[in-house]
């Protein structure tokens, strides 16, 4: 990789000499790329990062942009396909020559991404939230969401709290639901959790009372985690209620921290928790949280400017887009080996999904305070008060 | 006991929309011998125009009635459009048509709708009502019925009336029908609309259960195909049988075996009974005449 960029130097160079003019003009804009799963099955993940990284750029460019740059914004489509989602990471490297990148919407597209951009040495803020991502951790490659080991924590720490220790599973199969199910039953021992039962349910199923059942009728379980996202775990929650189970506890994850869960659970997601990010309860958050006004903040600058609902995957748009603005403007450079080294230092920033201190050997940033246990209370988002 | 049943009413529950699906593909495959893999999406039609025509402030039965006039029309509008037009080609060709209609129709309602998941209220209230220890949602019920009362209707319309003999004729011989003075493309076309009504009646009742979503058609076409396999293609009453069957395997294999296999379970089944008799359980013998 080292001479191509050499002779594009080379060429640079020259192309200065010849027409200064030209190349100051590309001086003044400083190239981010993203490549995200704006269409497809992942949509409803990639499109708010897609308006998000949009509108924000546009906001940094009227205020003047970094160090006086503007900010080129380069967003490919990969519509949810890793093959895709790996050959504009390459044409992002080498054709449109960004500095950064901020996207990667899931897991798939993301892991298909690293290689190009650890061999192109191009920082990577990826958006995917399964732990693999960072873990081992490689030199450019940095993420913002909760991984879903942290969601099985949170989970299990308040159910310590509550004094329940005997739980049953019902995980839904897709990659998001056996991801977490697996990081659970993981982590699982060092909280003093037993497994009771460990039920699945297929991605598109539309009934889970079997599963259910099988789960009521086994003796001493105090509390159901339901890992899984999409409309599985709303068909779960409504079946839980049918079947007169809402005694004992249910836990979600933060996959269905969104509104539609609410909506379409219904009644039966009264008394549900699950751990999630601070944007959903910013209003319900105390004043002297450092997280409220970034949170209010980009939910009505979102809302306003999308007329949609604010989610949490917008959220991670949002953090990875200023985690690299503050890196730049730290690093007053446009050497993607030293925006590297600045994200790497970030210390105490402040986003939608928690405060972020990253470290050599840590580039998620994140402890378990960045999620909030939820209470589903009277159809909205409450904190839930820990230990009840 | 009451395992049992809640086991039972949760497949019989699934069942039916499988069967409802599977009645559709027999509908046209009688009249034309085309596997219509465009069945699932007059499903999504059905829930989604329903939800849309609801929130927008019309009285549900009346929303429904709209979401199944305009599935009926996509159903017309699918036989005028696409099949009508390649009418000599070979029932392969005709299948990978459906197969593109089916694409095109869910990248629209993507764009027309949206990409969330919706749902219905249940047409008579969520309390669960409890029969012998299994607790049952009520829309249960209207599944069945409703299931229940196509499935008759179906019935009376092919064996009662002179159009429904002419669509068995069609299917037994289209020459000679055409010869006995019956018009066989407005056969097809009456066909292509009843199972888009069909469909659209099944994404109706089913919805306030199972939710929906632009992309909910593609699986609930490939589990109707596969009831409809079981049962013997072109067997109304074959359809409807494999559809319960399946439903009824997914749910006790769930229940009593384990909740990972259990499709692998339903499909072996289906597998084995099709290898036992690979025209399906009720399919009639397939003899090339020389």
Known sequence: MKSPSTLKFVL??????????????????????????????????GEPEDKTLRLYVDKINEAGGINGKKIELVVYDDGGDANKARTFATRLVEDDEVVAMVGGTTTGTTMAMIPVFQDAEVPFISLAGAIEVVDPVREYVFKTP???????????????????????????????????????????????MEIA??????????????????????????????????????????????????????????????????????????????????????????????????VTDYKQTYESATKQPVSTFGGHAYDGLFILVEAMKRANSTDPQKIRDEIEKTKGFVGTGGIVTMSPTDHLGLDLSAFRMLEIKNGDWNLAQSGS | MAEFLQFLISGLTVGAVYALVALGFTLIYNASGVVNFAQGEFVMLGGMVTVFTFAAGVPLPL???????????????????????????????????????????????????DKQFH??????????????????????????????????????????????????????????????????????????????????????????????????????ALKGFAAAMLGGMGNPLGAVVGGLLLGLLEAFGAGYLSSTYKDAFAFLVILIVLFAAPQGLFGRRVVERV
């Open chain 1, 197 to 294: 039962i460990d039920e699945s349910y297929g991605p598109r199923d539309s009934d889970m009372t079997a599963q259910l059942t099988k789960i009521k009728n086994t003796p001493g379980v105090q509390a159901v985690v339901n890992p899984g996202f999409g409309q599985g775990p709303a068909i779960v929650t409504r079946n839980y209620a049918q079947l007169g189970m809402t005694g004992t506890p249910l836990y979600q994850s933060h996959g269905v921290a969104s509104k539609s869960f609410i909506e379409l659970a219904g009644p039966a997601a009264e008394g549900v928790r699950l751990p999630a990010a601070a944007l959903l309860v910013g209003d319900k958050l105390p004043e002297n949280d450092p997280q409220k006004k970034v």
């Open chain 2, 63 to 113: 929303a429904a009635l709209f979401a199944i006039v305009v599935s009926i029309v996509v159903g017309l509008l699918l036989h005028r459009l696409a099949i009508e037009p390649a009418r000599g080609a070979s029932a392969v060709t005709l299948i990978i048509i459906t197969i593109g209609a089916s694409i095109l129709l869910r990248g629209v309602a993507q764009i027309v709708f």
């Open chain 1, 12 to 45: 640079a160079a020259s192309a200065l000499g010849f027409s200064f003019a030209g190349a100051a003009q590309a001086q003044e804009t400083i190239k981010i790329g993203s490549v995200l799963s704006a269409t497809g099955p992942a949509s409803f993940l």
């Open chain 2, 119 to 220: 749902k219905l209220p249940a047409f008579t209230g969520d309390a669960p009502v409890d029969i012998m220890g299994a607790a049952v949602q009520p829309q249960s019920f209207w599944v069945l019925g409703g299931a229940g009362v196509v499935v008759l209707g179906l019935y009376v319309f092919l064996e009662h009336t002179v159009l429904g003999k002419a669509v068995l004729a069609t299917a037994a011989n289209r020459l000679a029908a055409r010869l006995v003075g019956i018009n066989t493309t407005t056969i097809m076309a009456l066909a292509f609309g009843g199972s888009a009504a069909i469909g659209a009646v099944a994404g109706i009742l089913v919805t306030p259960i199972t939710l929906t979503s632009y992309d909910v058609g593609t699986l609930l």
């Open chain 1, 146 to 192: 909760h991984t879903d080991k942290m969601a099985c924590e949170k989970i299990f720490e308040d159910l310590k709290k509550r004094n329940l220790t005997k739980i049953g599973m019902i995980s839904g199969t897709d990659g998001f639901g056996a991801s977490m199910r697996a990081q659970c039953i993981k982590v699982a021992p060092n909280y003093g």
